[in-house]
T-cell receptor
Framework: EAGVTQSPTHLIKTRGQQATLRCSPI?????VYWYQQALGLGLQFLLW???????NRGNFPPRFSGRQFPNYSSELNVNALELEDSALYLC?????????????FGEGSRLTVL | GENVEQHPSTLSVQEGDSAVIKCTYS??????FPWYKQELGKRPQLIID?????GEKKDQRIAVTLNKTAKHFSLHITETQPEDSAVYFC???????????FGQGTTLQVKP
């Protein structure tokens, strides 16, 4: 069974540009979560999608947004990129809605903002 | 606001020794506490979790204890092996919020 897949693996952008990151959950998982892992920091919760709807978001500005498609895949959009947006962005999925059990993480997309 | 403090930030032990990592959470409504292991360059993976109605859980060499009164939970690894070397993250969650609040991580080094 395929795990959570993310693309691209690496992405380099300049300040002010937009970045789009993509995630495919494990087959059968309807919940998708996005986390930011900046260097030296833990994982920071960004967004939770379930059944195509945004269910919760963390303490990030509105320029961080996303969506979930009918096939449960998801994309994360970061607008007006800032240097401090440089980080590893991890996507996770779960079989059970809303973190009542294991989150299965992807390998992440490393975003570098120059 | 919601916060999880994790200590120590780094831990070095000899192979065969025990390792203990401690976490404290702020939101008393938290009721789910997982631990994730992240090897260098790899994805975080769940190693053990505990719910608020349980005080202790064990899985082979790994155990987790929870003290709800003190809002404190700990990871215990016995008979450590070099392959236990990784970054360990504790987390706390309120069920059905979809949000895990992670600690800052502990880098564990097991010396052969």
């Amino acid at each position: 069974e395929a795990g959570v897949t993310q693309s691209p693996t690496h992405l380099i952008k300049t300040r002010g540009q937009q970045a789009t990151l993509r995630c495919s959950p494990i087959s059968g998982h309807t919940s998708v979560y996005w986390y930011q892992q900046a260097l030296g920091l833990g994982l920071q919760f960004l967004l939770w999608y379930d059944e195509g709807e945004e269910r919760n978001r963390g303490n990030f500005p509105p320029r961080f947004s996303g969506r979930q498609f009918p096939n449960y895949s998801s994309e994360l959009n970061v607008n007006a990129l800032e240097l401090e947006d440089s980080a590893l962005y991890l996507c996770a999925s779960s079989l059970v809605r809303g973190v009542t059990g294991e989150l299965f993480f992807g390998e992440g997309s490393r975003l570098t903002v120059l | 606001g919601e916060n999880v403090e994790q200590h120590p930030s780094t831990l070095s032990v000899q192979e065969g020794d025990s390792a203990v990592i401690k976490c404290t959470y702020s939101d008393s409504a938290s009721n789910y506490f997982p631990w994730y292991k992240q090897e260098l360059g790899k994805r975080p993976q769940l190693i053990i979790d505990i719910r608020s109605n349980v005080g202790e859980k064990k899985d082979q060499r790994i155990a987790v204890t929870l003290n709800k009164t003190a809002k404190h939970f700990s990871l215990h690894i016995t008979e450590t092996q070099p392959e236990d070397s990784a970054v360990y993250f504790c987390a706390a969650s309120i069920l059905n919020t979809g949000k895990l609040i992670f600690g800052q991580g502990t880098t564990l080094q097991v010396k052969p």
